[in-house]
């Protein structure tokens, strides 16, 4: 059974445990199919991690196990679980980075890992894996847990409308190899806050009131070339339909990117303001 389990994890490249993971699984069984999705998450970043999980999730086939590794220490308040949820299962701790994933979409089944007493020697790491290979070999997760119908939420990652409905506060919740800045703030709520208005976006002392449609999305003439916006700052939405603060052909080790020039990182604040009575010319 050639069966897909990809890996999410803080734990870097330098040392020994990703190797470590994959040998466990491989000794589970040879057809695994292993998947590096990222070991480059900010240490503990619960955020970060549910980000790239749900940005990258879509990519794999029905029946796909995930595993995430991040801040999956077990303890009384942090539990492990499985989670069964568009068709794909993800095995990690109940920290909140799974309840990012299904704000919009409930989970099919959950299940409370309950087999650590069985691997008394065994590291959370492990126990996330052996239930990982037992799911991916077609094992039931009635076997190695009990049901549960409910995810522990984090509300603070999620975005805030004013009274009003004149603003949205969000915040930075990734920072990506480019050192652009991914906000929790999507297309879709901005589209039904704002019901026709215009509106600008701000952080710090900046603010951008144009949203382009792709990294390159300049005005191009004869006198003005496309190189000549390298640097420049942009807010757009991603592919993942969230809101973005980028710079054009950033390279954090030279011009730098949006995180370095503006002081962002991860918790920074970022507003959308909607402009009252609405413009002719609409945003979207």
Same mark, same amino acid.
């Given at each position: 059974?050639?069966?897909i389990?990809t890996?999410?994890? +803080?734990f870097?490249y330098? /040392?020994?445990?990703v190797?470590?993971?994959?040998?466990?699984?491989?000794n589970e069984?040879?057809d695994?199919?292993?998947v /590096?999705?990222?070991?480059?998450?900010?240490?503990?970043?619960? &955020?970060?991690?549910s980000?790239?999980?749900?940005?990258?999730y879509?990519s794999?086939a029905?029946?796909?196990?995930?595993v995430?590794?991040? +801040?999956? %220490?077990?303890?009384?308040?942090?539990?492990?679980?499985?989670?069964?949820?568009?068709?794909?299962y993800?095995?990690?701790? +109940?920290?909140?980075?799974?309840?990012?994933?299904?704000? *919009?979409?409930?989970? @099919?089944?959950?299940y @409370?890992?309950t087999?650590?007493?069985?691997?008394? @020697?065994?590291?959370?790491? #492990?126990?996330?894996?052996i239930?990982?290979?037992?799911?991916?070999?077609?094992?039931?997760? /009635?076997? !190695?847990? *009990? #049901?549960i119908?409910e995810?522990?939420?984090?509300?603070?990652? &999620?975005?805030?409308?004013?009274?009003d409905s004149?603003? !949205?506060?969000?915040?930075?919740?990734y920072? /990506?190899h480019?050192?652009?800045?991914i906000s929790?703030?999507? &297309?879709?709520?901005?589209?039904?806050?704002?019901?026709?208005?215009?509106f600008?976006?701000?952080?710090g002392?900046k603010?951008?009131?144009?949203?382009?449609?792709?990294?390159?999305?300049?005005?191009?003439? %004869? #006198?003005? *070339?496309l *190189? +000549?916006y %390298?640097?420049?700052?942009?807010a757009?939405?991603?592919a993942? &339909?969230?809101? %973005?603060?980028a710079?054009?052909?950033s390279?954090?080790?030279?011009?730098?990117?949006?995180?370095?020039?503006?002081?962002?990182?991860?918790?920074?604040t970022?507003?959308?303001?909607?402009?009252?009575?609405?413009?002719? #010319?609409?945003?979207?």
């Amino acid at each position: 059974m050639n069966s897909i389990i990809t890996l999410t994890t +803080d734990f870097g490249y330098r /040392d020994h445990h990703v190797g470590s993971m994959k040998g466990k699984l491989l000794n589970e069984s040879r057809d695994f199919t292993i998947v /590096d999705i990222s070991h480059d998450v900010d240490p503990f970043d619960v &955020q970060g991690a549910s980000y790239v999980i749900n940005s990258a999730y879509k990519s794999f086939a029905k029946g796909t196990v995930h595993v995430i590794g991040v +801040d999956c %220490e077990y303890t009384a308040f942090n539990k492990h679980v499985v989670m069964f949820w568009q068709d794909q299962y993800f095995v990690a701790a +109940d920290n909140g980075i799974l309840s990012f994933l299904t704000h *919009r979409f409930m989970p @099919e089944k959950i299940y @409370e890992i309950t087999i650590h007493g069985l691997y008394p @020697e065994a590291t959370s790491t #492990e126990i996330l894996l052996i239930v990982a290979a037992h799911i991916a070999k077609g094992g039931s997760a /009635d076997v !190695i847990g *009990r #049901e549960i119908k409910e995810l522990k939420a984090i509300k603070s990652i &999620q975005p805030n409308i004013s009274a009003d409905s004149n603003s !949205i506060f969000g915040s930075i919740i990734y920072i /990506d190899h480019f050192g652009n800045c991914i906000s929790n703030i999507n &297309q879709q709520l901005i589209k039904d806050v704002a019901k026709g208005r215009d509106f600008y976006v701000s952080f710090g002392t900046k603010k951008i009131t144009r949203i382009h449609r792709s990294y390159s999305d300049f005005k191009v003439t %004869e #006198e003005s *070339r496309l *190189r +000549d916006y %390298e640097g420049d700052v942009l807010a757009l939405f991603n592919a993942n &339909q969230f809101l %973005e603060i980028a710079i054009y052909k950033s390279n954090t080790k030279t011009i730098g990117g949006a995180k370095t020039l503006f002081g962002l990182q991860n918790g920074s604040t970022i507003t959308v303001s909607f402009i009252t009575p609405p413009k002719k #010319e609409q945003l979207f």
